[in-house]
DNA sequence: AAACGAACCGGACCGAGGTCCGTTTAAAGT
DNA sequence: ACTTTAAACGGACCTCGGTCCGGTTCGTTT
């Protein structure tokens, strides 16, 4: 299943070789937990700085805005040398990201093997407008983060949640659209899903939510050809 | 028309109010050409600076690529001081993208009053269709310049290039599938035109143009509901 | 021609992201 | 307990985008 490829983790292991092992759960699970992949397994002394150093980057998020997220005001607030928070994150959007991985890791659990229709269960179509939903409204909650933690343009298509939502847009789009070419329509309409498209309609031109998730289940309804719920 | 406005510069009048008048042109027109706006009737130091920057940007660009092109090289390669750049161009998007504005001058035109079947003549499908088709010719030609011209998220979706393409877009719509939402359907169908998403399909996933080509075709024909030309 | 003011110039300066490398330390082996 | 080693640490350092402000220049007005 190629889901699992896609099911990675946010950060690249950055130092010495890793036996493949995609899915990574760490903050979720007691450390130490994964048997098989051992990037997860941090020393113990970085484990406790990660967590800190998280934190302290959402104590900063809620305290002064995204922008406000400075590597250097998050080294300090936990009290951490400033290269600690780079070899953990990678860089700033990294770190940003690290900050998204639980409410990510939760919907991709409910895409997975939540109910439908975000769910298995129900029909593509409606699966892929309750996905399409379902971004909407998480946009709603975490705009800031999801625009701050924006990768370079060359990297933003390898990010490993949207190639996780691809995956699943590209799925859904093989049974609902059979002759389509549904990976390049699964990028068009994940396009149109696009934090930053929505904080620009939705924030500097006022348009409300309800007229993008029209938009969305007029979009479902021709791509795939099907009719839109009334 | 709303044309008009999206027209406008690349670069918003910085300084001093402006009378209004979109439409500019100024290096391709003899300097102190227009009669209203006195926004390009630059004094004659800043307007020799100003092409001197220009001129210096795009050497840089040929040599180094478009990472090369710090602003300090390019005040430098211009015999010019750095706020002289900042001053002239705003940032450094606003500098990359003033590199492209002939180009993106030459398209406007061929739209609003070329030859069919990018400008008027031919039916708004089909209009649609080439107008995709010579974006992603374009793409191809400056790709570089066109991702690393890129602006923060917030600012994305106003720069003035893009507005006008979405207008135009979005005035095919109203005719070829008048019951869409035409705005938010003219951003969705943009955004597979991204340079940074044709970046990743073609140079990192190394999928050929052509490929690219025939999805568009095939989006214009579901979102239209008009049949593919075969 | 002289004076005037707005626009322009330039480079010192600042902040933030990212790198580097000498030092420290956790944990595995003896 | 002692050695060893790979990993982690931390902060000095670099680069680059962007700002600021005192000095200069262009174009106009009298």
Avoid at 39 to 64: G, I, K, M, Q, T
Avoid at 73 to 98: E, H, I, P, S, Y
Avoid at 125 to 154: H, T, Y
Avoid at 188 to 212: K, M, N, W, Y
Wanted: glycine share 6%; with cysteine.
């Amino acid at each position: 299943m190629l889901y699992a490829d896609a099911m990675s983790a946010t950060l690249p292991p950055p130092p010495g070789p890793r036996p493949q092992l995609p899915v990574e759960l760490l903050d979720t699970l007691p450390s130490g937990f994964d048997p098989v992949a051992d990037e997860p397994c941090l020393r113990a002394d970085a484990a406790r700085n990660r967590a800190r150093l998280l934190e302290a980057a959402a104590r900063l998020v809620a305290e002064h805005g995204a922008a406000g997220v400075t590597m250097e005001a998050v080294a300090a607030a936990a009290q951490v040398g400033k290269g600690t928070v780079f070899r953990r994150f990678g860089d700033r959007t990294g770190l940003l990201m690290a900050l998204m991985d639980h409410s990510e890791k939760k919907f991709q659990a409910a895409l997975l093997s939540g109910p439908p229709p975000l769910g298995p269960g129900a029909p593509p179509a409606e699966r892929l407008r309750a996905f399409g939903l379902a971004m909407l409204s998480r946009a709603g909650e975490e705009l800031e983060l999801q625009l701050a933690a924006e990768p370079a343009p060359e990297r933003r298509y390898t990010v490993p949640a949207r190639r996780f939502h691809r995956a699943h847009v590209a799925l859904l789009l093989r049974q609902a659209a059979p002759d389509a070419d549904s990976e390049l329509l699964a990028h068009t309409l994940l396009s149109s899903l696009d934090p930053a498209l929505i904080h620009h309609l939705t924030v500097q031109c006022g348009q409300p939510l309800e007229r993008l998730e029209r938009a969305w289940t007029d979009l479902v309804a021709r791509t795939t050809g099907t009719a839109p719920p009334e």
